[in-house]
Protein backbone atom coordinates (compact mmCIF):
# COMPACT_ATOMS: atom_id res chain seq x y z
CA UNK A 1 0.00 0.00 0.00
CA UNK A 2 3.01 2.31 1.07
CA UNK A 3 3.32 5.47 2.42
CA UNK A 4 -0.48 5.92 4.20
CA UNK A 5 -1.00 9.53 4.64
CA UNK A 6 -4.18 10.23 1.94
CA UNK A 7 -7.20 12.51 1.70
CA UNK A 8 -10.06 10.86 1.61
CA UNK A 9 -13.41 12.89 -0.45
CA UNK A 10 -16.74 11.68 1.37
CA UNK A 11 -18.76 11.93 -1.73
CA UNK A 12 -22.43 11.65 0.55
CA UNK A 13 -21.76 14.47 2.79
CA UNK A 14 -21.08 17.07 -0.35
CA UNK A 15 -24.35 15.38 -1.36
CA UNK A 16 -25.66 15.94 2.16
CA UNK A 17 -24.10 19.43 2.23
CA UNK A 18 -25.46 20.67 -0.80
CA UNK A 19 -28.73 19.54 0.32
CA UNK A 20 -28.89 21.62 3.09
CA UNK A 21 -27.94 24.54 1.01
CA UNK A 22 -31.39 23.59 -0.85
CA UNK A 23 -33.08 23.36 2.20
CA UNK A 24 -32.46 26.57 3.44
CA UNK A 25 -32.61 28.78 0.05
CA UNK A 26 -35.31 26.36 -1.55
CA UNK A 27 -36.25 29.21 -4.20
CA UNK A 28 -32.73 29.88 -5.23
CA UNK A 29 -30.65 28.71 -7.21
CA UNK A 30 -27.00 27.33 -6.55
CA UNK A 31 -23.59 28.39 -8.01
CA UNK A 32 -21.69 26.03 -6.08
CA UNK A 33 -17.86 27.73 -5.78
CA UNK A 34 -15.13 25.26 -6.63
CA UNK A 35 -12.65 27.77 -7.08
CA UNK A 36 -8.43 27.02 -5.69
CA UNK A 37 -9.41 23.20 -6.78
CA UNK A 38 -12.37 23.28 -4.93
CA UNK A 39 -11.32 24.61 -1.68
CA UNK A 40 -8.43 21.56 -2.08
CA UNK A 41 -11.04 18.66 -2.68
CA UNK A 42 -10.58 18.50 -6.42
CA UNK A 43 -12.17 20.29 -8.75
CA UNK A 44 -12.91 18.41 -11.23
CA UNK A 45 -13.85 15.47 -9.08
CA UNK A 46 -16.02 17.57 -6.99
CA UNK A 47 -17.54 19.12 -9.88
CA UNK A 48 -18.83 15.55 -10.99
CA UNK A 49 -20.27 14.70 -8.18
CA UNK A 50 -22.03 18.16 -7.85
CA UNK A 51 -23.28 19.11 -11.62
CA UNK A 52 -26.55 17.23 -11.17
CA UNK A 53 -26.89 19.32 -8.11
CA UNK A 54 -26.44 22.89 -9.07
CA UNK A 55 -26.97 25.15 -11.62
CA UNK A 56 -23.20 26.87 -12.08
CA UNK A 57 -19.62 26.31 -10.88
CA UNK A 58 -17.98 29.43 -9.77
CA UNK A 59 -14.01 29.67 -10.22
CA UNK A 60 -11.51 32.03 -10.08
CA UNK A 61 -9.71 32.27 -13.32
CA UNK A 62 -10.47 30.86 -17.28
CA UNK A 63 -7.93 28.46 -16.48
CA UNK A 64 -9.12 26.96 -13.65
CA UNK A 65 -12.83 26.89 -15.88
CA UNK A 66 -10.81 25.00 -18.63
CA UNK A 67 -9.33 22.80 -16.32
CA UNK A 68 -13.40 21.69 -15.81
CA UNK A 69 -13.83 21.38 -19.60
CA UNK A 70 -10.93 19.40 -20.25
CA UNK A 71 -12.58 16.82 -17.59
CA UNK A 72 -15.99 16.62 -19.15
CA UNK A 73 -18.35 19.08 -16.89
CA UNK A 74 -20.52 20.65 -19.16
CA UNK A 75 -22.44 23.44 -16.69
CA UNK A 76 -22.13 26.97 -16.86
CA UNK A 77 -19.13 28.06 -14.57
CA UNK A 78 -18.79 31.72 -13.63
CA UNK A 79 -15.36 33.48 -13.70
CA UNK A 80 -15.25 35.49 -10.11
CA UNK A 81 -12.77 37.95 -11.00
CA UNK A 82 -14.17 38.21 -14.36
CA UNK A 83 -11.75 38.28 -17.73
CA UNK A 84 -8.36 39.84 -16.95
CA UNK A 85 -7.76 39.95 -21.11
CA UNK A 86 -9.87 40.61 -23.50
CA UNK A 87 -8.78 37.26 -25.13
CA UNK A 88 -10.69 35.77 -22.72
CA UNK A 89 -14.09 36.64 -23.07
CA UNK A 90 -13.84 35.34 -26.87
CA UNK A 91 -12.96 31.66 -24.90
CA UNK A 92 -15.97 32.64 -22.62
CA UNK A 93 -18.21 32.89 -25.51
CA UNK A 94 -17.26 29.34 -26.68
CA UNK A 95 -17.36 27.66 -23.61
CA UNK A 96 -20.11 29.25 -22.12
CA UNK A 97 -18.35 30.85 -18.98
CA UNK A 98 -20.19 34.31 -17.85
CA UNK A 99 -17.84 36.83 -16.35
CA UNK A 100 -17.55 39.09 -13.51
CA UNK A 101 -17.55 42.80 -14.17
CA UNK A 102 -16.68 44.69 -10.80
CA UNK A 103 -14.68 47.72 -12.59
CA UNK A 104 -14.87 50.43 -15.71
CA UNK A 105 -11.86 48.26 -17.22
CA UNK A 106 -13.93 45.15 -17.57
CA UNK A 107 -17.53 46.92 -18.76
CA UNK A 108 -15.38 48.35 -20.99
CA UNK A 109 -13.70 45.30 -22.70
CA UNK A 110 -17.46 43.78 -22.97
CA UNK A 111 -18.57 46.62 -24.59
CA UNK A 112 -15.38 46.52 -27.19
CA UNK A 113 -15.20 42.58 -27.71
CA UNK A 114 -16.14 41.36 -31.11
CA UNK A 115 -18.19 38.22 -29.58
CA UNK A 116 -19.47 35.44 -31.58
CA UNK A 117 -22.63 35.89 -29.44
CA UNK A 118 -23.86 37.35 -26.19
CA UNK A 119 -23.06 36.50 -22.66
CA UNK A 120 -24.10 36.62 -19.55
CA UNK A 121 -22.57 38.89 -17.21
CA UNK A 122 -22.57 39.57 -13.48
CA UNK A 123 -22.38 43.30 -12.15
CA UNK A 124 -20.55 43.41 -8.81
CA UNK A 125 -21.43 46.19 -6.67
CA UNK A 126 -19.64 47.40 -3.95
CA UNK A 127 -21.24 47.62 -0.84
CA UNK A 128 -19.14 47.62 1.72
CA UNK A 129 -16.23 45.18 1.61
CA UNK A 130 -14.15 47.15 -0.57
CA UNK A 131 -11.91 44.59 -2.37
CA UNK A 132 -14.08 44.15 -5.93
CA UNK A 133 -17.45 46.10 -7.48
CA UNK A 134 -18.44 49.44 -8.65
CA UNK A 135 -20.08 51.75 -5.91
CA UNK A 136 -23.36 52.34 -5.16
CA UNK A 137 -23.97 55.37 -7.04
CA UNK A 138 -21.78 54.30 -10.48
CA UNK A 139 -24.12 50.89 -10.64
CA UNK A 140 -26.70 52.75 -13.08
CA UNK A 141 -24.51 53.95 -16.07
CA UNK A 142 -22.79 50.80 -15.90
CA UNK A 143 -25.99 48.61 -15.68
CA UNK A 144 -27.24 50.14 -18.52
CA UNK A 145 -24.25 50.52 -20.73
CA UNK A 146 -24.29 46.61 -20.27
CA UNK A 147 -28.04 46.27 -20.76
CA UNK A 148 -27.16 47.88 -24.20
CA UNK A 149 -24.20 46.03 -25.21
CA UNK A 150 -25.40 43.55 -28.03
CA UNK A 151 -22.20 41.11 -26.32
CA UNK A 152 -24.47 41.20 -23.28
CA UNK A 153 -27.98 38.64 -23.01
CA UNK A 154 -28.66 39.47 -19.70
CA UNK A 155 -27.14 40.94 -16.27
CA UNK A 156 -27.13 39.67 -12.68
CA UNK A 157 -26.69 41.84 -9.73
CA UNK A 158 -23.88 40.64 -6.94
CA UNK A 159 -22.10 41.82 -4.02
CA UNK A 160 -20.45 40.45 -1.36
CA UNK A 161 -20.39 40.32 2.58
CA UNK A 162 -17.36 41.36 4.14
CA UNK A 163 -18.53 39.66 7.66
CA UNK A 164 -22.14 37.28 7.62
CA UNK A 165 -20.21 35.76 10.57
CA UNK A 166 -20.82 38.36 12.57
CA UNK A 167 -24.06 37.44 14.29
CA UNK A 168 -24.18 40.75 16.01
CA UNK A 169 -22.36 42.94 13.65
CA UNK A 170 -23.90 46.09 11.79
CA UNK A 171 -22.33 45.76 8.45
CA UNK A 172 -24.45 42.74 6.92
CA UNK A 173 -27.86 44.72 7.54
CA UNK A 174 -25.87 47.56 5.91
CA UNK A 175 -24.13 45.74 3.11
CA UNK A 176 -28.39 44.69 2.88
CA UNK A 177 -29.73 48.12 3.09
CA UNK A 178 -26.86 49.17 0.73
CA UNK A 179 -27.99 46.85 -2.12
CA UNK A 180 -31.46 46.86 -2.07
CA UNK A 181 -31.26 50.44 -2.69
CA UNK A 182 -29.23 49.58 -5.48
CA UNK A 183 -31.91 47.85 -6.98
CA UNK A 184 -34.29 50.15 -6.16
CA UNK A 185 -32.57 52.63 -8.14
CA UNK A 186 -32.41 50.72 -11.13
CA UNK A 187 -35.82 49.70 -10.66
CA UNK A 188 -36.39 53.33 -10.86
CA UNK A 189 -35.08 54.11 -14.19
CA UNK A 190 -36.79 51.40 -15.83
CA UNK A 191 -34.41 48.36 -16.32
CA UNK A 192 -35.30 45.54 -17.56
CA UNK A 193 -35.88 43.17 -14.58
CA UNK A 194 -32.90 40.99 -13.50
CA UNK A 195 -31.62 38.74 -10.80
CA UNK A 196 -29.70 39.33 -7.91
CA UNK A 197 -26.82 37.28 -5.85
CA UNK A 198 -25.74 37.90 -2.65
CA UNK A 199 -25.27 35.55 -0.57
CA UNK A 200 -21.69 33.25 0.59
CA UNK A 201 -22.32 30.15 2.93
CA UNK A 202 -22.48 32.40 5.71
CA UNK A 203 -25.47 34.50 4.41
CA UNK A 204 -26.83 30.78 3.57
CA UNK A 205 -26.66 29.98 7.01
CA UNK A 206 -27.46 32.85 9.00
CA UNK A 207 -29.00 36.05 7.11
CA UNK A 208 -32.28 34.64 5.14
CA UNK A 209 -32.65 38.30 4.03
CA UNK A 210 -29.65 38.02 1.78
CA UNK A 211 -31.23 34.75 -0.23
CA UNK A 212 -31.30 36.01 -3.61
CA UNK A 213 -32.27 34.09 -7.11
CA UNK A 214 -28.25 33.02 -6.94
CA UNK A 215 -27.04 31.59 -3.81
CA UNK A 216 -23.07 30.99 -3.74
CA UNK A 217 -21.64 28.55 -1.27
CA UNK A 218 -18.29 27.02 -0.78
CA UNK A 219 -16.87 26.12 2.53
CA UNK A 220 -20.20 25.31 3.70
CA UNK A 221 -20.00 22.61 0.77
CA UNK A 222 -17.36 20.95 1.94
CA UNK A 223 -18.87 20.53 5.70
CA UNK A 224 -16.97 23.51 7.36
CA UNK A 225 -19.23 26.55 9.29
CA UNK A 226 -17.79 29.75 8.68
CA UNK A 227 -19.56 30.49 11.85
CA UNK A 228 -17.70 31.16 14.87
CA UNK A 229 -20.68 30.91 17.28
CA UNK A 230 -22.17 27.18 17.96
CA UNK A 231 -25.43 28.16 15.45
CA UNK A 232 -27.82 24.69 15.02
CA UNK A 233 -27.61 24.92 11.03
CA UNK A 234 -23.69 24.86 10.49
CA UNK A 235 -23.86 21.98 12.72
CA UNK A 236 -25.88 19.97 10.50
CA UNK A 237 -22.68 19.66 7.89
CA UNK A 238 -20.69 16.95 7.33
CA UNK A 239 -16.85 17.58 6.74
CA UNK A 240 -15.98 16.30 3.44
CA UNK A 241 -12.33 15.89 3.71
CA UNK A 242 -10.81 13.44 5.72
CA UNK A 243 -7.14 13.69 6.18
CA UNK A 244 -5.71 10.94 7.49
CA UNK A 245 -2.41 8.69 8.14
CA UNK A 246 -1.01 6.01 10.86
CA UNK A 247 1.01 5.32 13.14
CA UNK A 248 4.67 4.29 12.30
CA UNK A 249 6.63 4.19 15.35
CA UNK A 250 5.97 4.18 19.00
CA UNK A 251 8.35 4.51 22.16
CA UNK A 252 8.05 5.29 26.22
CA UNK A 253 9.92 8.57 26.89
CA UNK A 254 11.16 9.60 30.57
CA UNK A 255 10.05 11.99 31.81
CA UNK A 256 12.36 14.99 31.27
CA UNK A 257 13.01 13.78 27.77
CA UNK A 258 12.41 16.30 24.76
CA UNK A 259 10.68 15.31 21.51
CA UNK A 260 11.29 16.77 17.78
CA UNK A 261 13.06 18.98 16.70
CA UNK A 262 14.17 22.28 19.11
CA UNK A 263 13.77 20.22 21.88
CA UNK A 264 10.34 22.30 22.56
CA UNK A 265 8.48 19.73 24.06
CA UNK A 266 9.71 18.16 27.50
CA UNK A 267 7.66 15.32 28.69
CA UNK A 268 6.33 16.04 32.08
CA UNK A 269 6.11 12.31 33.10
CA UNK A 270 7.20 9.27 31.52
CA UNK A 271 5.25 9.34 28.06
CA UNK A 272 4.15 7.03 25.37
CA UNK A 273 4.80 8.59 22.41
CA UNK A 274 3.51 7.85 18.62
CA UNK A 275 4.93 9.19 15.44
CA UNK A 276 2.80 9.76 12.48
CA UNK A 277 3.55 10.15 9.22
CA UNK A 278 2.03 13.06 7.98
CA UNK A 279 4.12 16.20 8.30
CA UNK A 280 3.68 20.13 6.48
CA UNK A 281 4.82 18.50 3.70
CA UNK A 282 1.77 16.50 3.90
CA UNK A 283 -0.46 19.83 4.49
CA UNK A 284 -0.45 19.85 7.92
CA UNK A 285 -0.04 23.07 9.50
CA UNK A 286 4.01 23.74 10.69
CA UNK A 287 2.70 25.97 13.42
CA UNK A 288 0.31 23.99 15.01
CA UNK A 289 1.21 24.28 18.55
CA UNK A 290 2.06 21.69 21.33
CA UNK A 291 -1.43 20.44 22.31
CA UNK A 292 -3.03 20.23 18.86
CA UNK A 293 -5.68 17.40 19.01
CA UNK A 294 -5.49 14.79 16.46
CA UNK A 295 -7.63 11.29 17.15
CA UNK A 296 -6.22 8.43 17.39
CA UNK A 297 -8.70 5.35 18.19
CA UNK A 298 -11.89 7.95 18.75
CA UNK A 299 -10.34 9.94 21.14
CA UNK A 300 -8.10 13.19 21.39
CA UNK A 301 -4.28 12.82 21.63
CA UNK A 302 -1.85 15.62 21.67
CA UNK A 303 0.45 16.82 19.25
CA UNK A 304 3.50 17.39 21.04
CA UNK A 305 6.55 18.79 19.77
CA UNK A 306 7.57 20.30 16.13
CA UNK A 307 5.57 19.24 13.31
CA UNK A 308 8.61 17.94 10.85
CA UNK A 309 8.23 17.69 7.33
CA UNK A 310 6.85 14.14 6.91
CA UNK A 311 6.17 13.52 10.30
CA UNK A 312 4.77 14.45 14.02
CA UNK A 313 4.59 13.09 17.55
CA UNK A 314 1.39 12.53 19.50
CA UNK A 315 1.41 11.97 23.22
CA UNK A 316 -0.69 8.62 23.43
CA UNK A 317 -0.20 7.90 26.98
CA UNK A 318 -3.69 8.23 27.84
CA UNK A 319 -4.52 5.11 25.60
CA UNK A 320 -5.24 1.46 27.02
CA UNK A 321 -3.90 0.22 23.82
CA UNK A 322 -2.60 1.50 20.88
CA UNK A 323 -0.30 0.14 18.00
CA UNK A 324 1.89 0.51 15.10
CA UNK A 325 -0.53 1.06 11.87
CA UNK A 326 -3.77 2.47 13.62
CA UNK A 327 -5.16 5.10 11.62
CA UNK A 328 -4.56 9.07 12.88
CA UNK A 329 -7.51 11.46 11.69
CA UNK A 330 -5.34 14.95 11.54
CA UNK A 331 -8.78 16.05 10.75
CA UNK A 332 -12.43 15.18 9.08
CA UNK A 333 -15.60 14.00 10.84
CA UNK A 334 -14.19 13.11 14.20
CA UNK A 335 -12.11 16.33 14.40
CA UNK A 336 -13.53 19.34 12.23
CA UNK A 337 -10.55 20.92 10.34
CA UNK A 338 -11.88 24.42 12.13
CA UNK A 339 -11.08 23.20 15.68
CA UNK A 340 -7.48 22.07 14.24
CA UNK A 341 -7.00 26.00 12.84
CA UNK A 342 -7.31 27.23 16.03
CA UNK A 343 -4.22 26.12 16.77
CA UNK A 344 -2.72 26.61 14.14
CA UNK A 345 -3.96 30.52 13.96
CA UNK A 346 -5.58 29.85 10.58
CA UNK A 347 -9.20 28.98 9.18
CA UNK A 348 -10.42 25.45 8.11
CA UNK A 349 -10.70 27.35 4.24
CA UNK A 350 -6.53 27.64 4.77
CA UNK A 351 -6.08 24.25 6.03
CA UNK A 352 -8.04 22.32 3.48
CA UNK A 353 -7.23 24.32 0.38
CA UNK A 354 -3.78 24.53 0.76
CA UNK A 355 -2.97 20.75 0.92
CA UNK A 356 -0.39 19.83 -1.48
CA UNK A 357 0.32 17.86 -4.32
CA UNK A 358 2.02 14.94 -2.90
CA UNK A 359 -0.82 13.53 -0.64
CA UNK A 360 -2.94 11.52 -2.45
CA UNK A 361 -6.85 12.16 -2.82
CA UNK A 362 -9.34 9.38 -2.86
CA UNK A 363 -12.78 9.26 -3.25
CA UNK A 364 -15.27 7.60 -0.39
CA UNK A 365 -18.31 6.41 -2.19
C1 LIG B 1 -15.19 32.47 -2.45
C2 LIG B 1 -16.44 33.21 -2.72
C3 LIG B 1 -17.68 32.72 -2.26
C4 LIG B 1 -17.81 31.53 -1.34
O1 LIG B 1 -17.54 31.91 -0.02
P1 LIG B 1 -17.71 30.88 1.20
O2 LIG B 1 -17.44 31.70 2.39
O3 LIG B 1 -16.67 29.83 1.00
O4 LIG B 1 -19.08 30.36 1.11
C5 LIG B 1 -18.82 33.40 -2.65
N1 LIG B 1 -18.74 34.51 -3.42
C6 LIG B 1 -17.56 35.02 -3.85
C7 LIG B 1 -17.56 36.25 -4.67
C8 LIG B 1 -16.37 34.39 -3.49
O5 LIG B 1 -15.21 34.91 -3.91
Known amino acids: ?86 DELHICVQQGFEVVTHNQNQVQMVEDAKLSGPLRVWLKVDTGMHRLGVMPDQVNPFFERLERSSNVHSVVLMTH ?5 GLNDPSTPAQLTCFQQVVKQLNDVGTNPFEISIANSAGILAWPKSHGQWQRPGIMLYGLTPLTEDNETSNQLIPVMIFRSQIIALRWIAAGESVGYGNTWVAQQD ?40 MIAVDVTQLQEVALGDTVELWGQELSANEVATWADTIGYELVTRMPKRTPRKILD
Open 271 to 310: SHIATVAVGYGDGYPRNAKNGTPVMVRGQRCPLVGRVSMD
Open 1 to 86: MGRPTEILIDRQALLHNVQRVKELCPDGKIVAVIKADAYGHGSSEVAKILQDQVSMFAVSSVEEAQELRSNGIQTPVLLLEGCFTS
Open 161 to 165: LSYAD
